[in-house]
C-alpha cells in the first residue's frame, strides 16, 4: 500500500536553532512531493513542492525541502526558527491525481 | 473569487438531522477533493471530482454521506442522520488537473453534532 510517513508527532525547538521535520514515503514511480502548514483554526497552506531538478526546494516563510530518492525521503528544513512558524505540518505525495498524506508533525517554537 | 470558498464556516446539528456543506473551488480549477479532520489530527480522505470524469468516492465513511458537483463548479457534502462521530471540519481543495500542481484549501467547515 502506498504511504506517507511523519515519524514524528512533535518537533520542538528553541527559537534560532534549524528545524528539520521528517517525512518519508513509500509510493510507486516518480510521485511530486508537498509541504503544506496548518496554522491553528485555519485550512492548509501550500508551503513548497518538488517537482524535478534540483534536489533542493526553496518555499514560502524561508523553509525549504530536501529530496532524497534513494531513501524516499522529502525532509523539511529552516535554518532558523521563529516562534510564529509554530503550527501543524502535513507531507503529502502525489503519484497520481490521488494527493497521500502523512499524519502530521506538529512543530513547537519555544523563545 | 480568489480562494477556496467553503461555507458556512460553523456548523451546530442536533443528532439524526442532515446537513449540507459547500464548496466554492477556485475558478478554472477540475480537481476537487473532500477531507475530514478531526481536532489536530491528519487529513481523511473522502471523495475526489474531476471534470465529468465519474467521482472517486472510496473515503466515504457510510452511505450517510454523498456529494455533489454541479457544472464542474460548486460542490455540496451532504452527509444524512448525522451521528456524533461525525463531528470534525471538513476540508475542501481544488486544483488544476495537472499532477504536479499544488493543492488549494478552503478555511474549512466545523461541523459539531450534539
Known amino acids: 500500500a502506498q504511504s506517507v510517513a511523519q515519524p514524528e508527532d512533535q518537533v520542538n525547538v528553541a527559537e534560532g536553532n534549524p528545524l528539520t521535520v521528517k517525512c518519508t514515503y513509500s509510493v510507486s514511480g516518480n510521485p511530486y512531493l508537498f509541504w503544506y502548514v496548518q496554522y491553528p483554526n485555519r485550512g492548509l497552506q501550500f508551503l513548497l513542492k518538488?517537482?524535478?531538478?534540483d534536489n533542493l526546494v526553496k518555499g514560502s516563510y524561508g523553509f525549504e525541502a530536501e529530496f532524497n530518492k534513494s531513501q524516499t525521503s522529502f525532509h523539511l528544513k529552516k535554518p532558523s526558527a521563529l516562534v510564529s512558524d509554530s503550527a501543524l505540518y502535513f507531507c503529502a505525495v502525489r503519484p497520481n491525481y490521488q494527493l497521500i498524506w502523512g499524519a502530521g508533525t506538529k512543530l513547537i517554537i519555544k523563545p | 473569487g480568489a480562494g477556496v470558498s467553503q461555507s458556512p464556516s460553523n456548523k451546530v446539528t442536533e443528532k439524526g438531522k442532515d446537513v449540507e456543506l459547500r464548496c466554492d473551488p477556485i475558478s478554472g480549477h477540475t480537481a476537487l477533493y473532500w477531507y475530514r479532520q478531526s481536532l489536530g489530527q491528519g487529513l481523511e480522505f473522502l471523495i475526489y471530482?474531476?471534470?465529468?470524469?465519474?467521482?472517486?468516492k472510496s473515503g466515504l465513511p457510510s452511505d450517510r454521506f454523498s456529494a455533489e458537483r454541479t457544472g464542474g463548479s460548486v460542490s455540496t457534502l451532504t452527509i444524512q442522520r448525522t451521528q456524533q462521530e461525525d463531528s470534525a471540519v471538513y476540508l475542501c481543495?481544488?486544483?488544476?488537473?495537472?499532477?504536479?500542481?499544488?493543492?488549494?484549501f478552503g478555511q474549512g467547515t466545523r461541523l459539531t453534532v450534539v
Open positions: 471530482f474531476q471534470g465529468n470524469s465519474a467521482p472517486d
Open positions: 518538488y517537482i524535478t531538478g
Open positions: 481543495a481544488s486544483s488544476l488537473d495537472n499532477w504536479n500542481t499544488e493543492a488549494f
